[in-house]
């Protein structure tokens, strides 16, 4: 074999003959001239990424997540900082009308008690005088924190259980498949206000150090009820992925059940977790805003979208706004990962048009 | 055209149609008026929130509770239907007043031939035994009732209450006479025995500690049905032939709907009223639209807000603590949560309007003063508060979860409907350090607030009202030397207590006394508005229609 470095790339298109060519550094036919094209092999996250980066709709999602991620996380804090004030403090006699006994409405200066200046952005979000602008910031770190580890949870147990149903098949296949639709049957929202509102209170003040009041037993409820949907994709990917050659071939070569599972079939559902964990994320934020807004979420003082939805509506007639931007930002948010994950749906997917 | 899109075209026609009629179906039923009727019309109302927590008269004990047992009652005595000052005198409905005899001891009523025009709507007749029947179920140790406190003083009564005998040997019905002797003379018993919990009940009413839901009652109106969370329905006593008025043909009431939504639903006519007011957001928008006593009625109460520091526990077994919260507690903030129009600041338990009341000014109402707060109390320490889950009830517990966060106090809310709410907060033992409570008086007398707030001998296993569980031996007997007392020297007495207790022993810190708001739908009367200056709601029986 020669020892000249062999050129990595085949000329697209070039056919069997061009492949053995170069493949022989010319020694069985003839190598391409200099005006034949050559075209990188593209590998298939590059493929991915190309599609993907085509879908400028799901750019813009996106990018929309990653700012609001930044803003939540490190935005939060320094806001609080700059306007000197954190979300949970109450400024009754400058963030409420003295005369209306109204929130004070967007950007509104006064002077607090103890004599400091301060600015409220968008006004105050209650009575009680606290900054609707910071606890719309902190609240998208509860929603966010929530929905992320309510989704990698219910995605574990579902991808889980999906997998198992899937390769195992027979009586394993048919105990899942039976629990996920008795899961799927039940009334979903009243089941998940029962669970809240019992485990809820018992919940609450387990932070684990890093997270807000009444975070753990919300994750806890989402969890439980967010995980059929992916059980049944992952069941149905791994039902068609199991009769291909390579399982066989690893079956063959005496891979433990496991070992196939994690190392042949869990590769190919990259695809599928990716982006189905998008679409139920954005489920997960609007189930934590309704559990929130019912009064089984996250608990007062900690703020949430989903509470500040709930005590907008006190003042929908007088100061409209208070709705507004919550219900605005999840809006946003719930779109922005929709279109992300339709964006990823198509991007993975080769026999797309785009 | 083809015929797919002429199908699509006939139904498109239809549901617009269909729009339409819905739409003139909904204008017709919101603004409903016969023309030159002022009464005979039902009455729809909302009930925002909340439910009623008991409409057995032995139990029911909230004010939206008593409001619907005014309705229904017939008591001996009764407050007419008029606003004060008339309305806070009591006049003879069933009986004529009593003949007080023996030292102020024995008050003998004679029940009138017609019972003032009391009957019950099953056609039972009222007699003297109906009301003995009331006082013994109440003392009936199986009810739980909270009318026991105010039966201490009756002859036999304790008895009863121990379970040692079923009937009180001083309460004596025999023909149309009763005869209820006391252990001593008290000068509010007129106003303790004309309290709901005495109204005549039907023969052979049973004893059931989660209260009877469905009863007969000799008053102008009857409970018809109530299904507890969801609605009730009042209808005319077709027996009741007194003075008593009955515009309304019936009165029925949806119950825990949103309270936003009902002030939508008055604004537009399509309900009448909401027995929970109107949001409090809202009441500065209805006073500058110039509806104050066109719509919108503003009056004041014999009440109390306040939060009970619960005695028994550790962290508000420490008196010092509790002077803390309140100088820390923001009382106004506290009522600005109920809009404007809302109330009087005030430390006292006392309502300015019940004798004896004095204003001392012990702690502060305009702003906190935690640099005094953080003075008495450093110790910090966790506290469950309980509240009731009105929206602007859940702001003030924000804001006395604030305030107790800024001396040092870590705190979890917990909010409840009302009724819940006086369950739990009202059973010896339960868990909460704090609760954020109100109270009207049940008779003008300073009985009604301070020994039922503060004396420990009347804390039960449930059903308290002495929420703060406060019980000291001292204060105990200076409140029931109170009670002995008459006229002037009684209220003073009463008057130095209520400092004494606010200054020295702070079991509860005060916050303000509300008034009362109501917002009606534009077809009913304004000038049929009467506000029930004893119980402190709005009398239904004189509501009619424009």
């Given at each position: 074999m020669s020892t000249t470095e062999r050129p990595e790339f085949v000329p697209a298109g070039a056919g069997l003959a061009a492949t053995i060519a170069h493949e022989t550094h010319g020694d069985l036919g003839e190598l391409g001239g200099p005006e034949t094209a050559v075209v990188r092999?593209?590998?298939?996250?590059?493929?991915?990424?190309?599609?993907?980066?085509?879908?400028?709709?799901?750019?813009?999602?996106?990018?929309?997540?990653?700012?609001?991620?930044?803003?939540?996380?490190?935005?939060?804090?320094?806001?609080?900082?700059?306007?000197?004030?954190?979300?949970?403090?109450?400024?009754?006699?400058?963030?409420?009308?003295?005369?209306?006994?109204?929130?004070?409405?967007?950007?509104?200066?006064?002077?607090?008690?103890?004599?400091?200046?301060?600015?409220?952005?968008?006004?105050?979000?209650?009575?009680?005088?606290?900054?609707?602008?910071?606890?719309?910031?902190?609240?998208?770190?509860?929603?966010?924190?929530?929905?992320?580890?309510?989704?990698?949870?219910?995605?574990i147990i579902?991808?889980?259980?999906?997998?198992?149903?899937?390769?195992?098949?027979?009586?394993?296949?048919?105990?899942?498949?039976?629990l996920t639709e008795l899961v799927m049957a039940f009334p979903l929202l009243l089941f998940a206000i029962a669970l809240g509102s019992t485990i809820g209170p018992r919940l609450n003040s387990v932070t684990l150090g890093f997270l807000g009041n009444g975070v753990l037993s919300l994750v806890v409820v989402i969890s439980v009820f967010s995980w059929f949907y992916p059980a049944r994709i992952i069941r149905a990917q791994v039902l068609s992925l199991r009769e291909k050659e390579f399982v066989e071939a690893a079956r063959m070569v005496g891979a433990s059940d496991l070992r196939i599972i994690k190392s042949h079939l869990?590769?190919?559902?990259?695809?599928?977790?990716?982006?189905?964990?998008?679409?139920?994320?954005?489920?997960?934020?609007?189930?934590?805003?309704?559990?929130?807004?019912?009064?089984?979420?996250?608990?007062?003082?900690?703020?949430?979208?989903g509470n500040l939805l709930a005590s907008a509506p006190n003042f929908y007639l007088t100061q409209p706004w208070l709705m507004l931007w919550p219900g605005l930002i999840v809006l946003l948010t719930t779109l922005a990962f929709n279109l992300l994950g339709d964006g990823l749906r198509d991007a993975f997917d080769p026999r797309s048009s785009r | 055209?083809?015929?797919?899109?002429?199908?699509?075209?006939?139904?498109?026609?239809?549901?617009?149609?269909?729009?339409?009629?819905?739409?003139?179906?909904?204008?017709?039923?919101?603004?409903?008026?016969?023309?030159?009727?002022?009464?005979?019309?039902?009455?729809?109302?909302?009930?925002?929130?909340?439910?009623?927590?008991?409409?057995?008269?032995?139990?029911?004990?909230?004010?939206?509770?008593?409001?619907?047992?005014?309705?229904?009652?017939?008591?001996?005595?009764?407050?007419?239907?008029?606003?004060?000052?008339?309305?806070?005198?009591?006049?003879?409905?069933?009986?004529?007043?009593?003949?007080?005899?023996?030292?102020?001891?024995?008050?003998?009523?004679?029940?009138?031939?017609?019972?003032?025009?009391?009957?019950?709507?099953?056609?039972?007749?009222?007699?003297?035994?109906?009301?003995?029947?009331?006082?013994?179920?109440?003392?009936?140790?199986?009810?739980q009732s909270p009318a026991v406190q105010f039966l201490s003083d009756v002859v036999g009564a304790n008895d009863v209450a121990a379970g040692k005998g079923t009937t009180a040997s001083g309460v004596v019905a025999n023909g149309n006479k009763l005869t209820i002797t006391l252990t001593k003379p008290a000068a509010d018993f007129l106003g303790r025995i004309t309290m709901p919990f005495f109204a005549a009940i039907p023969?052979?009413?049973?004893?059931?500690?989660?209260?009877?839901?469905?009863?007969?009652?000799?008053?102008?109106?009857?409970?018809?049905?109530?299904?507890?969370?969801?609605?009730?329905?009042?209808?005319?006593?077709?027996?009741?032939?007194?003075?008593?008025?009955?515009?309304?043909s019936r009165f029925n009431i949806t119950i825990g709907t949103d309270q936003n939504q009902a002030f939508l639903q008055v604004k537009s006519g399509q309900i009448d009223d909401d027995l929970a007011g109107p949001p409090p957001a809202e009441k500065a928008g209805l006073l500058s639209a110039g509806l104050l006593k066109k719509q919108f009625f503003v009056s004041p109460l014999a009440s109390t807000t306040y939060v009970a520091l619960n005695t028994s526990r550790p962290l508000f077994g420490n008196v010092k603590a509790r002077q803390a919260v309140n100088f820390a507690v923001d009382r106004h903030a506290m009522l600005a949560q109920f809009g404007v129009l809302a109330g009087v600041r005030d430390d006292q338990f006392m309502a300015p309007a019940v004798p004896g009341y004095k204003n001392a000014n012990i702690y502060p109402t305009k702003a906190p003063n935690l640099t005094k707060a953080k003075s008495l109390y450093?110790?910090?320490?966790?506290?469950?508060?309980?509240?009731?889950?009105?929206?602007?009830?859940?702001?003030?517990?924000?804001?006395?979860?604030?305030?107790?966060?800024?001396?040092?106090?870590?705190?979890?809310?917990?909010?409840?409907?009302?009724?819940?709410?006086?369950?739990?907060?009202?059973?010896?033992?339960?868990?909460?350090?704090?609760?954020?409570?109100?109270?009207?008086?049940?008779?003008?007398?300073?009985?009604?607030?301070?020994?039922?707030?503060?004396?420990?001998?009347?804390?039960?296993?449930?059903?308290?009202?002495?929420?703060?569980?406060?019980?000291?031996?001292?204060?105990?007997?200076?409140?029931e030397k109170a009670a002995s007392l008459t006229g002037d020297t009684r209220y003073a007495a009463y008057g130095n207590l209520d400092i004494t207790i606010a200054k020295n022993y702070a079991p509860m810190a005060n916050l303000y006394h509300p008034t009362f708001a109501d917002f009606l739908a534009p077809r009913m009367d304004p000038s049929c508005y009467v506000f029930m200056p004893i119980y402190g709601v709005q009398d239904l029986a004189t509501e009619c229609f424009k």
């Open positions: 092999a593209r590998g298939y996250w590059e493929q991915v990424w190309i599609r993907f980066r085509r879908d400028k709709v799901a750019i813009t999602g996106g990018i929309f997540i990653i700012m609001l991620v930044f803003c939540a996380f490190v935005g939060a804090p320094i806001a609080a900082h700059f306007l000197g004030h954190g979300p949970n403090e109450q400024f009754f006699y400058g963030g409420v009308d003295q005369k209306t006994f109204l929130p004070v409405g967007p950007w509104t200066w006064f002077t607090a008690p103890a004599g400091s200046h301060q600015l409220f952005i968008l006004g105050s979000s209650d009575t009680t005088g606290r900054d609707e602008f910071l606890r719309l910031l902190y609240g998208a770190r509860v929603s966010l924190e929530i929905a992320c580890i309510a989704t990698i949870v219910g995605m579902g991808v889980t259980l999906g997998a198992t149903a899937g390769y195992f098949g027979g009586w394993i296949d048919t105990i899942i498949s039976r869990l590769p190919h559902l990259v695809a599928p977790i990716i982006v189905y964990s998008t679409l139920v994320f954005a489920q997960n934020i609007l189930f934590e805003a309704g559990l929130s807004y019912l009064g089984v979420g996250v608990q007062l003082p900690t703020a949430s979208w | 055209m083809s015929r797919k899109v002429w199908l699509g075209v006939a139904m498109l026609a239809t549901g617009v149609t269909l729009l339409v009629a819905a739409g003139f179906a909904a204008g017709a039923t919101s603004g409903v008026k016969t023309a030159h009727s002022k009464t005979g019309l039902a009455m729809n109302l909302d009930m925002s929130n909340s439910d009623f927590d008991y409409l057995d008269p032995a139990l029911a004990y909230l004010n939206v509770s008593w409001q619907m047992r005014y309705l229904t009652d017939c008591k001996l005595l009764n407050y007419p239907d008029k606003p004060a000052p008339q309305g806070t005198v009591l006049q003879p409905e069933a009986a004529d007043f009593p003949v007080i005899s023996k030292g102020g001891t024995v008050y003998t009523f004679t029940i009138k031939s017609n019972a003032g025009g009391c009957k019950f709507n099953t056609g039972e007749a009222v007699t003297a035994q109906s009301f003995a029947d009331a006082i013994n179920r109440d003392l009936n140790p199986a009810m023969h052979g009413m049973p004893i059931n500690s989660k209260g009877e839901t469905s009863f007969a009652s000799a008053g102008p109106y009857y409970l018809k049905n109530w299904t507890q969370g969801r609605s009730a329905e009042f209808d005319i006593n077709p027996n009741y032939k007194g003075t008593r008025p009955r515009n309304v450093t110790g910090g320490g966790n506290a469950t508060i309980y509240i009731r889950n009105r929206g602007y009830q859940v702001a003030q517990g924000q804001i006395l979860q604030y305030n107790l966060q800024q001396i040092g106090i870590q705190s979890t809310v917990q909010p409840f409907t009302a009724g819940v709410f006086y369950t739990k907060a009202g059973t010896k033992g339960e868990p909460f350090d704090a609760a954020i409570g109100g109270w009207g008086w049940d008779y003008p007398d300073p009985y009604d607030f301070l020994n039922v707030f503060f004396d420990g001998n009347n804390i039960h296993d449930t059903n308290n009202n002495n929420l703060s569980y406060f019980n000291d031996p001292s204060i105990n007997k200076q409140l």
